[in-house]
């Protein structure tokens, strides 16, 4: 006998054996128990998640000896022809290439014929939404009112491509992405049923690499077991698929917590070495503080919110204890920094470099820039040690202070901030001062900082940046927040930070400003 690919040696053969997708199968099989067979069916989901699989089952169930039944025998003839894809009565088409009037016109007149052997005549028609807008309206009719005997079932990964006079006739069923560890489960049964040997990891960066499609997974095992000729590592799958192992964003982050930026950049160049795609790493890095910050958020009960194998979640649970969820979401809006970066200079590599650095500093005392009363004009760097600076203190009474006196000081404010919590200067960086009326001071964050602003609005952060307020003005003002349209920066840096994405990223990682253009 000829190979079978595991993607069709292990294709579900009823209803239960389908992966991932009890919600259709439920209702499919409530209907075939009730008699309650709708004419025309729309599947709709990403490949490889079990569309097609499910129109064939649902056409055994209809045409089994022993149906119809939401469990069909497939031994009888009609079960057998069905699975092989050679049956009579079930007709499967290839929307891409059969997308014109002329085979949807074939169509109609082959629907009048009644089915040769089975109850139904079945259509399954994959990818449905290529189909011509002709080849649709010659359809529509048919499909209203077809014979009792035939029933239509439409595959389509863009379900928004599909004419909504069709939508309107069909009951659709909407096909999720596969779980990790549901694709997980599957793999380690076809490996015990096949005889092979795969350790544990090497499952869920197979799921993890398939991106919820369980027949790219099968085929990736299948491809592996030819790859290797024997037992199945974690190395091996590395080497045939180019993933980054999940330690490797676990090293980095241990890396800039400790505030060893020297390490975070060795373990870079190496993974850019090996030869990995630094896109898919930069992206591996925004993912893995996102699951530091669902592990933060949710605390327990978080199986289903991080799809890991149990022993990396026990590293990123232990891995999120010692980091602060502010500092986990400043993280992360940096990542979004890189990954703009990466799109304007065309490469990943120095983005990626400079955000290790950034993340590396979270947390460090910072140099100020202060403007000392006795030298107007003048900057020097005075090292913060915690005490609020003189310069702070040179206002009046609150009856004397102006939205242009807040403004004057709001940079030497935040330079106090960060010596004191890091994560309050960085959001305060991102607003500003836009209305001082009745001893209010309000400040505006732009629309992509909503967090930001949400974590600004915590007491404690309010209680801070108004201890520092008072002592800046010389008086005690309240605070607002607000979410603007825009934040509009001092013109003449944003004009220079336009021109060169390297350069903000200088002066954010070194609190600089632009002195003067050359």
């Given at each position: 006998m000829s190979y079978l690919v595991f993607a069709r040696k292990w294709r579900p053969r009823d209803f239960d054996e389908v992966v991932g997708q009890e919600h259709v199968t439920k209702t499919l099989k409530s209907a075939i128990a009730a008699n309650k067979l709708a004419h025309a069916y729309l599947f709709a989901g990403s490949q490889g998640v079990g569309k097609t699989s499910c129109a064939r089952i649902l056409a055994k169930s209809l045409n089994c000896v022993k149906g119809p039944t939401v469990k069909p025998c497939g031994e009888c003839s009609t079960c057998m022809e069905i699975a092989e894809g050679r049956s009579l009565d079930v007709i499967e088409i290839d929307g891409a290439s059969n997308r014109g009037i002329d085979e949807i016109r074939t169509l109609r007149e082959n629907v009048k014929f009644a089915p040769l052997n089975g109850r139904y005549k079945i259509y399954i028609i994959d990818e449905v939404h290529m189909l011509t807008p002709e080849a649709f309206n010659a359809l529509l009719k048919t499909l209203e009112e077809p014979p009792s005997y035939v029933k239509f079932v439409f595959a389509t990964t863009h379900p928004q491509k599909v004419l909504p006079t069709i939508l309107s006739r069909c009951q659709r069923f909407?096909?999720?992405?596969?779980?990790?560890?549901?694709?997980?489960?599957?793999?380690?049964?076809?490996?015990?049923?096949?005889?092979?040997?795969?350790?544990?990891?090497?499952?869920?960066?197979?799921?993890?690499?398939?991106?919820?499609?369980?027949?790219?997974?099968?085929?990736?095992?299948?491809?592996?077991?030819?790859?290797?000729?024997?037992?199945?590592?974690?190395?091996?799958?590395?080497?045939?698929?180019?993933?980054?192992?999940?330690?490797?964003?676990?090293?980095?982050?241990?890396?800039?917590?400790?505030?060893?930026?020297?390490?975070?950049?060795?373990?870079?160049?190496?993974?850019?070495?090996?030869?990995?795609?630094?896109?898919?790493?930069?992206?591996?890095?925004?993912?893995?503080?996102?699951?530091?910050?669902?592990?933060?958020?949710?605390?327990?009960?978080?199986?289903?919110?991080?799809?890991?194998?149990?022993?990396?979640?026990?590293?990123?649970?232990?891995?999120?204890?010692?980091?602060?969820?502010?500092?986990?979401?400043?993280?992360?809006?940096?990542i979004f920094a890189a990954q703009d970066m990466a799109r304007k200079l065309g490469e990943t590599r120095i983005p990626l470099e400079i955000l290790a650095v950034k993340l590396s500093m979270l947390g460090q005392k910072r140099p100020a820039v202060v403007e000392p009363q006795n030298l107007p004009g003048m900057a020097i760097l005075k090292e913060e040690k915690g005490s609020v600076d003189s310069s702070l203190t040179s206002f009046g009474p609150a009856s004397a202070c102006t939205l242009s006196d807040v403004a004057g000081k709001w940079d030497a404010i935040i330079a106090q901030l960060s010596q004191t919590k890091m994560s309050l200067a960085t959001y305060l960086k991102e607003a500003r001062a836009t209305r001082l009326e009745n001893n209010t001071l309000t400040l505006g964050f732009p629309k992509n900082a909503v967090f930001f602003k949400e974590a600004m609005a915590h007491k404690d952060n309010l209680k801070i940046f108004e201890s520092a307020l008072k002592s800046a003005v010389g008086a005690v003002i309240a605070v607002k927040l607000e979410i603007v349209d825009s934040v509009e920066p001092d013109t003449a840096e944003q004009d220079e930070v336009d021109e060169s994405p390297l350069l903000k990223s200088t002066l954010d990682l070194f609190k600089g400003r632009v002195i003067k253009k050359v």
């Open positions: 909407d096909f999720i992405r596969i779980p990790n560890l549901k694709i997980v489960d599957k793999l380690k049964e076809i490996a015990r049923l096949e005889g092979v040997e795969v350790d544990a990891d090497v499952f869920f960066a197979i799921a993890k690499a398939c991106e919820g499609s369980l027949r790219d997974a099968e085929s990736i095992l299948d491809q592996l077991i030819s790859f290797t000729q024997k037992d199945i590592n974690l190395q091996d799958v590395v080497s045939v698929l180019g993933i980054i192992e999940q330690d490797s964003f676990i090293d980095l982050v241990n890396a800039v917590a400790a505030q060893d930026a020297s390490c975070a950049l060795k373990l870079i160049d190496g993974v850019m070495a090996r030869g990995k795609d630094m896109n898919y790493f930069l992206e591996g890095v925004l993912e893995h503080y996102r699951n530091l910050m669902v592990l933060k958020v949710v605390k327990s009960d978080a199986d289903g919110l991080v799809d890991l194998p149990a022993d990396t979640l026990k590293k990123l649970v232990e891995q999120a204890s010692r980091l602060s969820l502010s500092d986990i979401m400043v993280s992360i809006n940096q």
